[in-house]
């Protein structure tokens, strides 16, 4: 499956952003999906993951109730709203895919090629 991340951009803090991360070569209805970020100098950290339903979901603690992540089954995508930005979310964005476990960011094993989210302050 290839993965494409897209729209990310430069905002000012508090305002939002959506991500979009579009599959394709097969779809993404038997895997579970994840958004990663990676800061300059930091590992990657996963912020949010759907299961295969859709009718579960994960978050960090650093963006619970500010961030959701959905999946539309008919687009075959993901998709990350992000609200209330800070400065230091600032990041390179990821989508993952996994068969395995939603919440185990190491059982993700395919990626998307990352797309560049900026915080003004």
């Known amino acids: 499956v290839q993965l494409q991340a897209f729209e990310g951009g430069l905002v000012q803090t508090g305002n939002s952003l959506r991500l979009s991360c579009v599959a394709s070569?097969?779809?993404?209805?038997?895997?579970?999906l994840g958004w990663f970020r990676q800061a300059p100098g930091k590992e990657r950290e996963m912020v949010a993951a759907?299961?295969?339903?859709?009718?579960?979901?994960w978050y960090s603690d650093s963006v619970k109730g500010r961030f959701t992540i959905t999946r539309d089954t008919a687009k075959n995508a993901v998709y990350l709203q992000m609200n209330s930005l800070k400065p230091e979310e600032t990041a390179v964005y990821y989508c993952?895919?996994?068969?395995?476990?939603?919440?185990?960011?190491?059982?993700?094993?395919?990626w998307g090629q990352g797309t560049q989210v900026t915080v003004s302050s």
């Open positions: 993952g895919a996994t068969f395995g476990n939603t919440v185990t960011p190491t059982s993700y094993s395919f």
């Open positions: 759907i299961s295969k339903s859709g009718g579960g979901t």
């Open positions: 070569g097969r779809t993404l209805d038997d895997l579970s």
